[in-house]
């Protein structure tokens, strides 16, 4: 799979404030690729340095094949993206907005395209009824900006980043303010276009989204990327979890200690959980039941995302 954005030693600092810390991004074709740290992390600011918005310190940007910022114009004909909150024009309707902001960059994306060879030009017209029907807005399209909340001034800013077919798409908290119903068909939104062969990025903070949402993670904390691969791998640095249900817990964990070495703990729900090291599952289940100890539950969980997390940053503010 291609790299659609490609990041080497990307830093950028304000004065003495190192806000992003020589950053190796890779991100494939295909994928939704989840951008998670806390707030503050430098996740918006390596955002916005993608996207040409802001020149980096140092470093390399590679985004689509093209080089950022230098030729930010002809990327930009391919990306959609929202960045930080949404800036609309309060008297205007959705569609009359999205009307207006498709002139406004007209011109430039009309140079854009007469670079690239004629039989992969992408289109020069938007459609904006598909956007604002792709983000359940279409029937409130003639509505006022000021009358909509602000999970749907999110979805408007999305309907602008698709106006037209995108190869990459970058949102940075895309559902920010929306209601849980907003959040569940954002993330159906996304899943689709991805089905669809868009690939994603998205920064969040939210642990249970970029969990349910991406195939690949990359955890930023203080400026530098401290993990990146697939989301499965993240879990995976951390142990398998055994979760021991018996008849006599205070039995059970004396054998487990004695005859295994091992360290069980009562959960929540009144399980011994334990990391099992290299002992094999069936060893300890023969041991519990040969010392006549009930064993009514035997299994093993992978670590959450979350413990992942915590194992890997040594925190969890601002992540939820």
């Known amino acids: 799979m291609a790299e659609l954005i490609s990041t080497s030693g990307l830093t950028k600092s304000y004065g003495d404030k190192l806000a992003v810390d020589a950053v190796d991004l890779s991100v494939h074709e295909g994928s939704v690729y989840g951008f998670l740290g ?4 430098g ?22 094949g ?45 140079r854009a395209i007469a670079s690239i060879a004629p039989g992969e030009r992408p289109a020069l017209a938007p459609d904006i009824d598909a956007a604002l029907e792709m983000v359940g807005l279409a029937k409130v399209g003639n509505r006022r900006v000021k009358a909509y909340s602000l999970g749907m001034k999110q979805r408007l800013s999305l309907a602008n ?8 798409l970058i949102l940075d908290e895309p559902t920010n303010g929306m209601d849980p119903q907003g959040i569940v068909e954002m993330r159906e939104l996304i899943l689709r276009l991805a089905a669809q062969g868009t690939t994603v990025f998205v920064s969040s903070h939210i642990l249970s989204e970029i969990e349910q949402l991406c195939t690949h ?21 951390l142990p398998a979890r055994l979760a021991v249900g018996t008849s006599d817990q205070v039995a059970a964990r004396e054998l487990l200690r004695s005859r295994f070495g091992l360290q069980p ?36 969980d992978r670590s959450t995302l979350e413990e992942a997390f915590v194992a890997l940053t040594g925190e969890a503010s601002d992540v939820s």
């Open 38 to 41: 806390p707030n503050g992390s």
């Open 43 to 64: 996740k918006t600011t390596t955002i916005r340095m993608l996207l040409g918005l802001i020149f980096p310190s140092a470093g390399a940007i590679e985004v689509l």
């Open 66 to 110: 093209h080089s950022v910022p230098k030729e930010t114009t002809r990327v930009l004909v391919d990306v959609g993206a929202v960045v930080e909150g949404p800036g609309l024009y309060p008297t205007l309707s959705a569609r009359r907005y999205l009307q207006r902001m498709s002139r406004y960059g007209r011109g430039e994306r009309r």
């Open 161 to 168: 980043a698709l106006l037209y077919p995108r190869r990459l």
């Open 217 to 237: 993670v990359g955890v930023i904390q203080h400026g530098r990327l401290l993990f990146q691969g697939e989301i499965g791998e993240l879990r995976g640095q």
């Open 265 to 300: 703990r009562t959960d929540e729900s009144g399980l011994l959980v334990m990391d099992r090291g290299g002992v094999a599952i069936d060893e300890i289940a023969a041991a519990l039941v040969g010392a006549g100890i009930g064993l009514y539950r035997l299994a093993e």
